[in-house]
C-alpha cells in the first residue's frame, strides 16, 4: 500500500566539482542560482504551470531553498570540492514537482550536470532528509507536556531579515512579533489548519527574547548590501499553559520548512531547531 504524501519535506542534495570544468572564484551567495535549477527544472520535468505558479511575483513561496553549502571533510581543502544543498516544500503539489525533478533524467537526478553562476557541478545523490504533516505538526505541540520556564530555541542558520510592506525598509532586528508574524503568514498560506484565536495579540502581550546569541552580517547582493541576522534566538512566555504557546511550538517546526522572513525562496532565512542547527559558511560579521 502506497504511503500517502507528507504535506512538508525537505530534500538534501550532494554535488561534487564536475571534473571537466576550471574552478572559477567562489561566490557567497547561490541561492538565485539553486531556485533558478529547482524551477527550470520543474518546468522541463513536471509543469511550465506549476513552475509559473512557483515564480508568481509578490507572493509567499511553497518552497524554501538553502544557500550552497560546503560538504563535512571538504571545508578545510583550499578548494572545496564537494557541496550539498536543500530545497524544501510546503504543499504536496510542490513536494510531487521536486520527486519528478530527481526521476532518471531530469534535471535534478543523480549525475545530472549543474551550472550554479559559473561553478559547474555534478548531483552525486540526493535524500529526503525531513518530512512531515501539518496535523502532526499541530498534535505533537498541542499533546506536549507544559514545561515552566521552557524556551523556543530558534537557530538562524542563514542570514534573516523582514521587510516593512508599508515603508519598503529592511531590517534584521529579531522580535517575536516579526518572527512568528511570518511564520503565521506563511502557515495561512500553505496550510487549511486553521490558527488559535487572538495568536498575533498573544505574540504582541505574552511572548519575549529570553536570550540571544546573534550576530549581523552583511551580504553584497550586487547594487547594495544588505544586513540580517543570523545565530541563536530563545524565547520564552510568561503564559506557557496558554495553547496558544503550544502552537509556537508548531510554527517552530514548520520553520525548519518554511524558514523564516524574507526572500527564503533565495537561501535567507533558513531556520532550524537548536539542537539540529546546520551552519552556513562565508558570511561575513558585521563589526
Known sequence: MTEPLPDLATALFRLQLHPDYPMPEKKEWYGKAIRAIFLNAVSEGYSRQTSAAMHTDNQLRAYSVSNLITAPGSEAAQLPHEFTFRISVCQKEALLALLHCTLPGNQLAPGSHLNLSGLHCQITAWHLIDQATYADLVENALNRKVKLN?????????????????????????????????????????????????????????????????SIVEWNTGNHALQGSVGLVRFISDSPKNPAWSFLHCLARFAEFSGVGKDTAIGFGQTCLESEKVTFTGMRAKE
Open 150 to 214: 521552557e524556551t523556543i530555541d530558534l537557530f538562524f542558520e542563514s542570514p534573516v531579515y523582514f521587510k516593512d510592506t508599508k515603508t519598503a525598509q529592511c531590517t534584521a532586528a529579531i522580535t517575536p512579533t516579526k518572527v512568528f508574524g511570518s511564520l503565521l503568514s506563511k502557515w495561512q498560506i500553505n496550510s487549511t489548519i486553521s490558527l488559535p484565536g487572538a495568536l498575533m495579540a498573544f505574540i504582541q502581550k505574552h511572548v519575549f527574547i529570553n536570550t540571544e546569541e546573534k
